[in-house]
């Protein structure tokens, strides 16, 4: 059997940035353990595979894999899977509707397409579920699970904790663009003190220095096959949820500017944002171009 997919670089303007994505814009053929396989074989942080809607007023079903297992919900392959469908004829022939709909398994996945004239050059996503803060998770353990110390990690604000708009995370706040830098996995801690069955990753982040951007992030999620993200949607739009929530005033609206990826080599840019009234959130965006770099066939 004859499949095509799709690869495209997301949260980038650059080939050669961003996340990787590969695409099945026509997966229905295929089983579980199928896409699991296909996914192991990309292995990229995530492979989408595109289904029929079990609704038909929505757009499709989307399942998302990492090398090792399947997530209830990401960023970035909601954002490319929406590229791909709007800018491949073959794989996805009718137009797209406004808003496309999702069907995941944390829920329901709102995006709309973002355009620069006549072209479509990237997308934006509303995420399934509102921001949860979980339970906050000692800053021992945190930096001994990113290879830091704890005067590394910077507490004023939050304590490291674990927050989701759909899939688990562990939030920190470092101290210096430096300790971001340094810091690097530990897989032993993380499967002692950081299991998959409670958080997917971790998301560090420090203030920018630069101008160019509010935050520099980076996201590590070893035990789902995925030592370092390039770009992390659900981590980030869950990101800025928890700052908007954390701030005094009860109506804001808060936009970030995000860095990702550089200390890999593959810088990307996502953009965030978040409202807040009445003390309430009441939106949460994040969004970003994307750039197409391969087609083809697999042998399934």
Not at 80 to 89: C, E, F, I, N, Q
Not at 117 to 132: D, E, F, N
Not at 160 to 176: D, T
Not at 253 to 267: E, Y
Request: glycine share 8%.
């Amino acid at each position: 059997m004859q499949i095509r997919f799709v690869t495209v670089d997301v949260f980038t303007d650059r080939k050669f940035g961003g996340n990787q994505l590969a695409v099945v814009p026509q997966a229905a053929a295929l089983t579980s353990e199928q896409m699991q396989s296909i996914a192991a074989e990309f292995n990229f942080a995530e492979t989408t595979f595109v289904l029929p809607p079990q609704d038909a007023s929505h757009t499709a079903e989307v399942r998302i894999f990492t090398p090792r297992s399947e997530l209830p919900f990401a960023g970035h392959p909601n954002i490319g899977t929406a590229y791909v469908l709007a800018t491949d004829s073959e794989g996805y022939p009718r137009a797209l509707p406004d808003p496309i709909l999702f069907e995941e398994k944390a829920g329901l996945v709102r995006l709309s397409l973002m355009r620069q004239g006549a072209s479509v050059v990237g997308a934006r996503l509303t995420p399934p579920q509102s921001l949860v803060r979980g339970d906050d998770i000692d800053v021992d353990i945190v930096a001994a699970a990113c290879s830091l110390t704890p005067a590394d990690i910077e507490t004023a604000n939050h304590r490291p904790c674990i927050a989701s708009c759909g899939i688990p995370l562990a939030f920190a706040e470092l101290k210096s663009r430096a300790a971001l830098t340094a810091a690097q996995p530990r897989t032993d801690v993380f499967m002692a003190d950081l299991p998959a069955d409670r958080i997917t990753g971790v998301l560090l982040y420090a203030k920018d220095q630069t101008g160019e951007f509010d935050l520099q992030a980076r996201m590590f999620a070893p035990l789902y096959g995925v030592p370092e993200d390039p770009a992390t949607g659900s981590a980030n739009v869950a990101l800025v949820g928890l700052l908007a929530s954390l701030r005094p005033a009860p109506d804001l609206k808060l936009h970030l500017r995000i860095a990702q990826g550089v200390d890999m080599g593959r810088p990307s840019l996502l953009e965030a944002s978040a409202e807040k009234k009445n003390g309430k959130l009441v939106g949460l965006l994040i969004g970003g171009r994307c750039v197409p770099m391969m087609r083809g066939t697999l042998e399934v």
